[in-house]
C-alpha cells in the first residue's frame, strides 16, 4: 500500500513538472496535472493540499537533483572548478531531459516575493554556483586570488549547508548568503583591489552560467546547448586560471577526444583559439 502510494506522488511530482514547465505556475490547473498523472483529483489533495505545496516539491525534487549531481561529480574526484564546469553541462543537460529542473526555474520566477516564501530553486543554483566557485578559489585553483578563509574544509558544515553542493539541506531553499559572502568581502577591501578583482570574477561566472537556464528557453537542442556552455567555458578558463592551465579542465564535461571534437565543433580548436 504504501508503495503503491510513493508511486502516485511520483507520478503527480512528475506531471506538475511537466505542467509548470508547460504552462507556467498560474494556468496550469491541478485537475490537468491530475489528468495527466492518471488519478483523481482527491488523489492529488490526499499527496498535495494545495498547488503551492505542489510546487514546492517539484522545486525541492529540483533541489535533490542539484544536490546529486554535484556530489557525485565531487565524489569522482573532480576539483571544484572542474565540479563547476560539470555542473553547468548537467544543467545544460536536465533542462532538455527533466522537467523538475525548467519547472522549477519558472516556478521561482514566476512566484517571485510570494508569502510565504516558495522554495527558491534559482537561488540554490545560484549559491551553488558561487560555492563551488570560492571553494576553487581558496583550493588555489584561480590564477590571481587567495584563499578567501571562509573556514570550510569538509562536506557539511554545522548549520546543516552542504558544503559541497551550496544547497541547505534543511529547507531547499539554498544558502542564499552564499551569493552575499563575496560582495562583502570585496566591500572590505575596496573595489579597486584584490577584493574588487573577485567581487568582479564571482559576478562574471554566476552571470554566465546563470544565462545556460536562458539560453535552453531560445529553442536551442541540447546539442546546440552544449556546444555553447563549452564555448563559455573556452572563453572564461583563462581569465580564472591563466592560459598555461587552461588546457587541464574539461570544458564538455566529458574527457579526451570527446572534449578536444567538442571543442573544434564550437570553432576554439581549429581556429587555434
Not at 33 to 43: D, E, N, Y
Not at 228 to 256: D, F, H, I
Request: proline share 2%.
Amino acid at each position: 500500500m504504501q508503495e503503491r502510494s510513493e508511486r502516485t506522488r511520483r507520478r503527480l511530482l512528475f506531471a506538475g513538472a511537466e505542467m509548470f514547465h508547460r504552462n507556467g505556475y498560474a494556468n496550469a490547473t491541478l485537475g490537468e496535472i491530475a489528468g495527466a498523472a492518471g488519478v483523481t483529483k482527491g488523489a492529488l489533495y490526499f499527496h498535495f493540499a494545495s498547488k503551492d505545496e505542489l510546487a514546492d516539491a517539484v522545486q525541492q525534487w529540483g533541489c535533490g537533483l542539484l544536490h546529486e549531481a554535484v556530489r557525485g561529480l565531487r565524489e569522482a574526484g573532480d576539483s571544484p572548478l572542474q565540479a563547476l564546469i560539470g555542473t553547468t553541462h548537467w544543467l545544460a543537460r536536465t533542462l532538455h531531459e527533466d522537467p523538475a529542473i525548467p519547472a522549477s526555474f519558472r516556478i521561482t520566477k514566476e512566484c517571485a516575493g510570494q508569502q510565504p516564501a516558495v522554495v527558491d530553486f534559482h537561488g540554490a543554483w545560484l549559491a551553488v554556483v558561487c560555492r563551488l566557485l570560492r571553494m576553487a578559489r581558496d583550493a588555489g585553483e584561480l590564477a590571481g586570488f587567495s584563499g578567501g578563509g571562509d573556514g570550510v574544509d569538509g562536506a557539511v558544515v554545522s548549520d546543516g549547508v552542504d558544503v559541497s553542493v551550496g544547497v541547505d539541506v534543511n529547507d531547499n531553499r539554498g544558502d542564499v548568503s552564499d551569493r552575499a559572502d563575496g560582495a562583502g568581502e570585496a566591500g572590505e577591501a575596496g573595489s579597486g583591489g584584490a577584493g574588487g578583482r573577485w567581487e568582479g570574477a564571482e559576478a562574471l561566472v554566476a552571470a554566465a552560467v546563470c544565462g545556460i537556464e536562458v539560453l535552453s528557453g531560445t529553442g536551442l537542442s541540447y546539442r546546440e546547448l552544449k556546444g555553447k556552455v563549452a564555448a563559455l567555458w573556452g572563453l572564461l578558463l583563462p581569465s580564472l586560471v591563466g592560459e598555461a592551465r587552461a588546457g587541464e579542465y574539461r570544458t564538455c564535461g566529458e574527457a579526451g577526444a570527446a572534449d578536444e571534437r567538442c571543442l573544434e565543433a564550437v570553432g576554439f580548436v581549429a581556429s587555434g583559439g
